[in-house]
Nanobody, 122 residues
């Protein structure tokens, strides 16, 4: 599967953005689809994911602010980000894995899209 992430940009603290991850040569509903982010000088970290069975899971710092969803018709996964904070500034990546359970580790994801930059600043 090939993944294309989009939707990043500059937003003020407290604002919202929606990231999209469009898939081709594969069906998103057959994978666990994850979102990761990497801030300058830091390691890539798990943010959120939606499993093939539509269950979602999140890292603690984004619970209640971010929502991961999927459109089977559009073969696209979304990350709705609300109440953004400067600490959310990073390059965001979408990824896909064939693993069945909740998967948090980057090297357990087999397919990656290019990153999209999210900057939260006043």
């Amino acid at each position: 599967v090939q993944l294309q992430a989009s939707g990043g940009g500059l937003v003020q603290p407290g604002g919202s953005l929606r990231l999209s991850c469009a898939a081709s040569r594969g069906t998103v509903s057959r994978y666990n689809m994850g979102w990761f982010r990497q801030a300058p000088g830091k390691e890539r970290e798990f943010v959120a994911a939606i499993r093939w069975d539509s269950g979602t899971y999140y890292t603690n710092s984004v619970k209640g602010r971010f929502t991961c969803s999927r459109s089977n018709a559009r073969n696209t996964v979304y990350l709705q980000m609300n109440s953004l904070e400067p600490e959310d500034t990073a390059v965001y990546y979408c990824a896909a894995t064939s693993r069945v359970g909740n998967t948090y580790v980057p090297n357990e994801y087999h397919y990656w899209g290019q990153g999209t930059l999210v900057t939260v600043s006043s």
